[in-house]
């Protein structure tokens, strides 16, 4: 007994040190995630209520009276099925061209040696910064004098355009991981580079262009001014647009359910967009390629 | 069943950096041969430009009677295993194995009777499904080296395979590669900075330094003879003693002695003596009268279990140190300690040039013989 009581004394106190600290790091994450999270909580319990208790003062947090009324309104009274699919046509289709030519570029400027390397990466960087706003002004008179308005492309390059820096950026630092060896070895096995690129390295660079997928694909499903602009005609509207224009019967009716309704639609397949790939995106391929 | 030949190849990445200057060297169908030489001795270079991975600047590869100086690495038929084995992450080890053979429109029936009969042979069959990150090292060892088996190639290059893998499985495998490699008559380019793994994998061994190649020959050759100082320094674990010292009448001094130098050749004014420390033998009664010996006081001992190293200060050269390795039962009493030098195992080299000098079997003077104690003669 004696011999137990010195040891077990200050693992209590260790204990009671731990406990503390996992109080006030879970308060810590209760913090962030409300504030976060609010919004769209208060977004989906608004698009869930009547119109009585949306408009009730004083507010009706949690709705007495479920309704999916605003959800049956936008798709029956609104063509948002087809906004939806519009949006996901152009995001998906900008996505995988961001990929499919940014990758390549990305290898070549993380391992081929490419003259001028520093200055193209320069460049590209550069292209980062620019203002969006000013890049908008001339866009449009490129989409005049092309008569590419009211096209899905007017969009689609714009937005493969605006993502393909990102692409390369995270792309090449990805590239520049993989052990050099990888590649000297499937040159030896007689990969000629397209080959290696698409057989080897590809699905080791997995979780990298699931990632930046997910980002461009995010940028372009969210983008409005571009939309707004390029785009008038009702049936190849986007999302964004949509919500932007949903409105009252009269000027000072605002139909908060159905805005919250359709930002919720909106933002679904985002959210499970991201949930589908979560384990690419953080699963290691590379381990086990090498040593240590 | 090829012969690879390389021909006054250079490398020149900038005028400073020329890792390899002039190296020609042929290896035949059975030769083993390894390529030795501290880091940046343009080693692993000369083996990258071999497989095709680094283009020579000048010079000339040949495989065969074909010249694959600028062929890609794919077009020659070679295997290399490398140093981090670079196994394929996302293919099994079936996959990985079959990869280059797939590649090279083999017979799918083709592909599986090589795979089988390798890992057969490596003790792979149970882990054909495993993906590499699922093997332990010595396992992801024997993946790298089925992977360049399968293949079947003209030249087989590996760099420094052994070099990850812990102490112990390294003599292990050490010794499978020589048994491996000696049933296939293949031309074996071997890269290795370690010096264990060259003398005993090896039928040739090619030392390099400095982009140039100081010798090529037999381990044994490389061990008994020395080319030049480099090589002799190099070669040789605990170093060889290396004592530059000044000539007189047709000797060497060292402190109180004079070493006689060989007959026939002309002494220069000073001259590097070498004796490798196990060939420095502690002196008793039943010493050859013609072996030379030395006295001089212990400074160090260091204890390597099966042997002491001694390091001693010859008696009249306060600034030359002469280090011996003594068998462990071997004791003596007095601080001073009387050494043998065997005139056989001394060897010679130029001071300027670092060459061997009196290149053949080494002969005492018959003229001057040795025949009484040097350690009581001072001068």
């Known amino acids: ?292 | 069943m090829a012969k690879l030949e390389l021909r006054h190849l250079n490398k020149t990445y900038s005028p400073k950096v020329i890792p390899v200057k002039d190296l020609s060297l042929d290896v035949d169908n059975d030769e083993f041969v390894t390529l030795l030489g501290p880091s940046g001795c343009g080693k692993s270079t000369t083996l990258r430009m071999i497989a095709g991975l680094e283009q020579p600047t000048r010079g000339d590869i040949v495989i065969g009677d074909k010249k694959v100086t600028y062929a890609a690495p794919g077009d020659r038929n070679i295997a290399m295993v490398f140093q981090s084995y670079a196994l394929y992450p996302h293919m099994t080890v079936y996959d990985n194995l079959a990869s280059g053979l797939k590649l090279r429109k083999m017979h799918s029936e083709e592909i599986r009777r090589r795979i089988a009969e390798v890992s057969g042979f490596l003790g792979l069959d149970s882990l054909m499904e495993r993906k590499p990150g699922q093997l332990s090292g010595g396992q992801r060892q024997r993946v790298a080296l089925g992977r360049a088996l399968v293949r079947q190639p003209e030249v087989f290059l590996l760099d420094e395979p052994l070099s990850n893998l812990d102490a112990l499985l390294r003599e292990q495998v050490r010794a499978e590669l020589k048994q491996i490699f000696e049933s296939l008559h293949t031309p074996v380019v071997y890269v290795t900075h370690d010096q264990t793994e060259a003398m005993t994998l090896s039928s040739k061994v090619a030392v390099l330094n400095d982009g140039y190649l100081q010798q090529l020959d037999p381990p044994r050759r490389i061990y008994t003879h020395p080319a030049n100082r480099f090589v002799a320094g190099f070669i040789g674990s605990p170093q060889m003693n290396l004592l530059d010292l000044n000539c007189d009448r047709g000797a060497a001094v060292l402190g109180d002695y004079r070493i006689p130098l060989p007959t026939g050749a002309t002494p220069p004014a000073r001259i590097t003596l070498g004796i490798r420390p196990e060939h420095v033998e502690l002196a008793n009664s039943d010493v050859n009268g013609d072996t030379q010996t030395v006295q001089g006081k212990v400074i160090l001992m260091e204890n390597l279990g099966m042997s002491n190293l001694v390091s001693i200060r010859i008696r009249g050269a306060e600034n030359v140190t002469l280090r011996a390795l003594i068998p462990s039962d071997r004791t003596w009493r007095e601080e001073m300690i009387t050494l043998a030098l065997p005139s056989e195992h001394i060897h010679w080299f130029d001071v300027e040039t670092g060459e061997r000098l009196f290149s053949e079997p080494l002969q005492i003077p018959t003229a001057h013989p040795q025949t009484q104690r040097l350690d009581i003669r001072s001068t």
């Open chain 1, 1 to 292: 007994m004696t011999t137990t009581h010195p040891s077990a004394y200050p693992a209590a106190k260790t204990d009671r040190a731990f406990s503390l600290r996992k109080v006030l790091l879970t308060i810590g994450v209760i913090f962030v995630v409300v504030f976060s999270l609010a919004p769209i909580l208060w977004q989906v319990l608004t698009s869930i209520k009547v119109n009585a208790d949306i408009a009730a003062i004083p507010n009706v947090y949690f709705p007495r009276q479920f309704t999916l009324q605003h959800y049956i309104e936008i798709f029956n009274r609104r063509p948002f099925l087809n906004y939806m699919l519009n949006s996901f046509f152009v995001a998906a289709t900008s996505t995988l061209l961001c990929l499919a030519l940014g990758t390549p570029a990305a290898y070549a400027l993380a391992r081929l040696r490419v003259p001028g390397e520093r200055f193209i990466l320069a460049l590209v960087l550069i292209v980062t910064l620019f203002p969006y706003i000013l890049l908008f002004i001339g866009l449009l008179e490129i989409v005049r004098a092309t008569g590419l308005a009211n096209n899905y492309l007017a969009l689609i390059i714009p937005y493969t355009a605006i993502n393909i820096p990102l692409t390369i950026l995270v792309m090449r630092s990805f590239f520049q991981q993989l052990p050099r060896d990888l590649e000297d070895s499937a040159k030896v096995d007689g990969y000629n580079t397209w080959q290696m690129l698409v057989r080897i390295l590809l699905p080791l660079t997995t979780p990298a262009l699931v990632t930046t997928g997910i980002l461009a694909f995010i940028a372009a499903w969210n983008e409005f001014i571009f939309a707004l602009t390029f785009i008038t005609r009702e049936s190849m509207k986007t999302i964004p647009v949509a919500v932007a224009q949903i409105s009252g019967t009269a000027v000072f009716e605002i139909p908060y359910g159905a805005l919250a309704a359709a930002t919720v639609v909106g933002t679904l397949p985002l959210v499970i967009l991201v949930l589908l790939f979560q384990r690419r995106i953080v699963q290691g391929l590379t381990a086990g390629a090498v040593k240590g």
